[in-house]
């Protein structure tokens, strides 16, 4: 059976690659400065007979990996950025492994090397069984802070594939059918006059106070915007000390909202507050967008695929230090909190789950039409060609994302089970597209009724480049990064 090929591979190769997952979690690299991260798992996919093209869409840590000839092109997707500020040992208790240091606490050090795993091990089975097709890798950096799948849509790295598989580490073993917010993400700077705060006030223009009155005019419009909207920031300048009128301030702000025209009009309006208050301070004004998205497709053809494979081949059993390891922190957690996100989550039978800490079981998605109220790049890839990004438990369950305890979990035992449960469900699922041209036909089919005729055009304009000056800053001043 081809699957076996692959399961065998990925049994035969799981210490390398989890000796990979956890290099990329000890280099912990923010989003566009990825180097080490995105070159080791580059150059292991060279190792394997990929072809890898470097530096795509105008960013450094950006690939695309190619093995094969022919129809069908079937992609996997892997991202290898880590957050600021969540630095933790392998313990079940925050503990910096690095003072004030980044740490993936979104699992992307596991996502990524799953994807590169998957798709190696599909190559081999492929080429065992004499297969036609083609295997695509996609690194994807800055998932987390400057969407770096939608500038390689943009530059077409997409076009001509069949499909798109990704895994995300969380909390449950599900393929989800929610949407996603599409979002926009968006600086204002503003530009005033120094005075002596005290002495010549009159003197002064303080960008300090127009980023404040933007904010609070922003805030008011929360009442007149959509209710599934989300508009948040934060002042990243607003001065250097009380007696001196600062003459530069800057805001970053997310704006989100369930479809991308949704977010264009708020964003419009958003816009016209900023100018109001360069009018109200004089002051002058500078909008930069640093990236946007669109809302996901989902493709329940791919949802029930995946599923199917994830029953195949069996969920993670966890020992009895690893439950341990999690009873502790899951004594972190107020149990409200786990009650209401299972609940807000419409989890299905949530009530059985209040006491698991690690999940066993495999959902059936429960939540087509349903939208999460987070956004991600993948959205984008799902505007080009089915593209399923399925979950595997590795998180505590009712554990946030983002957070110290993802970080702990995602370099030991547990988040390596994840990883090659992830890794064999993703070449399994490919090899089925490869193997069942009717499964790769229907998904197509759906994919094309949830479009509904509407057309992509990427929302980051042309004249606009990847930020990496704006990255390669926020890594440089990042308190207790870490140096090669």
Known sequence: MVKDRAYRWIDENRSLFIEISDKVWEYAELGLVEFRSAELHASTLEKHGFRVERGVAGMPSAFVATWGKGKPVIGFMGEYDALPGISNKTVPRKEWLVEDGPGHGCGHNIHGTSGFMASIATRYALEAEKLPGTVKCFGSPAEENYDGKAYMVRAGSFKGVDACLSHHPGSMNVASLASSNAVNSVKYEYRGKTAHAAGSPEQGRSALDAVELMNVGVNFLREHVIQDARIHYVIEQGGGQPNVVPDYARSWYYIRAPERNQVDAIYRRINKIAEGAALMTETELRISLIAAIYNKLPSKTLSELVTANMREVGAPTWTKEELAFAAEIAKTIERQNKVDSLRKNKVPNWERYVDVDLMTDTLDAWNDGEISHGSTDVSDVSWQTPTMEFSTACNV????????????????????????????????????????????????????????????????????????????????????????
């Open 397 to 484: 369950l009712g554990g946030p994302g983002h957070d110290w305890r993802f970080t702990a979990v995602s370099g030991m035992s547990i988040g390596h089970k994840s990883l090659i449960f992830a890794a064999k469900t993703m070449a399994a699922s490919a090899l089925d597209l490869y193997t069942k041209p009717e499964l790769l036909k229907k998904a197509k089919e759906e994919h094309a009724k949830r479009l509904a005729g509407r057309k992509y055009s990427s929302p980051i304009p042309p004249e606009i480049d990847p930020p990496l000056e704006i990255a390669k800053e926020a890594w440089e001043k990042l308190k207790g990064r870490r140096v090669a």
